[in-house]
């Protein structure tokens, strides 16, 4: 079982895009998590450019001959009162397009807002789960996999239960759960405990520089688990880029030292597919 390693471009959030994709190809990393977060990573607006400009930034990345797994969004929250359905449905097309013309297997999206209690969360579960229901089916017609981050109640104990609750509420085949490492340790949760409490339901881990001396044991666990998706480092880069790239490069050698890195099985090479869109020529059958 190999290990694969990417990088978020959001550790270059401060830079323009073609630096952020070049400072990763040189910290040694062959694969990205493209973050599209506005006010997070303000790279590209997947809802407010322009075709011409959707071209030229899917250009661009291609040219950077990085592997995009995945596309990281923030949808809004279907249990947020305020927020509306139907701009949600919108914006999650918006981006599921955008992963499919960047040859990804998934879309990362925020899920929810947290709840303060485990009854608010069972209640607000639902409302979640309906609302994204439709946006897996799609996910679905587009050969995409749908990893939702899922919110918490307040509390460890009923974390993995609800993480669970919430992707078996989807109903979807393609639905899995975002395993964020931080966020587990913010509940006082072992990210290796994660693992084993969340098998099968993983889709996508996201790695902090905080834990980045960790790895040897979480990725033991992790190929244990059957898990052959990647793991991307998100980590904050407020220094100058060549002390964020150099930190970088530490933790990608932390990451070979603790298992080899590779491409996934579903994933062996790219081709130019249909419109000139770049993608992935599957070995075996997405997940």
Not at 35 to 62: K, M, W, Y
Not at 176 to 194: K, T
Not at 248 to 264: C, E, I, N, T, Y
Request: aromatic fraction near 6%.
């Amino acid at each position: 079982m190999v290990t694969n390693l990417a990088c978020s471009t959001a550790c270059f959030h401060q830079t323009s895009i073609d630096v952020a994709l070049q400072e990763i190809r040189l910290a040694g990393f062959q694969a990205i998590d493209m973050n599209v977060i506005p006010g997070l990573c303000d790279h590209f607006d997947a809802t407010q450019q322009s075709g011409s400009e959707r071209q030229d930034f899917i250009t661009l990345v291609r040219n950077s001959r990085l592997l995009v797994p995945t596309v990281t969004a923030a949808l809004c929250d279907f249990n947020f009162p305020s927020d509306n359905f139907e701009f949600i449905i919108q914006s999650a097309l918006v981006h599921l397009k955008l992963a499919a013309q960047l040859a990804c297997n998934a879309l990362n999206v925020t899920c929810g807002i947290s709840a303060h209690d485990r009854r608010q969360f069972l209640d607000q579960a639902c409302i979640q789960a309906k609302g994204l229901k439709p946006i897996a089916q799609e996910a679905r017609c587009l050969g995409l996999q749908l990893n939702v981050l899922a919110p918490h109640s307040e509390g460890p104990f009923s974390y993995l239960e609800d993480a669970r609750l919430l992707v078996e509420n989807i109903d979807e085949q393609n639905v899995r759960l975002i395993l964020d490492v931080e966020q587990v340790q913010s509940l006082n949760i072992s990210p290796v405990d994660a693992l084993r409490g969340l098998v099968g339901y993983i889709g996508h881990v996201r790695l902090s520089n905080s834990w980045a001396n960790s790895l040897g044991e979480f990725f033991e666990e992790l190929n244990r688990t059957g898990y052959d998706g990647y793991c991307t480092l998100e980590m904050e880069t407020a220094q100058g880029i060549t002390e964020a790239r150099e930190r970088l490069q530490q933790v990608f050698l932390l990451g070979r030292s603790a298992k080899p890195v590779g491409v996934p099985a579903h994933c062996c090479s790219s081709e130019i597919g249909p419109s000139g869109t770049l993608r992935n020529k599957p070995c075996g059958q997405n997940r």
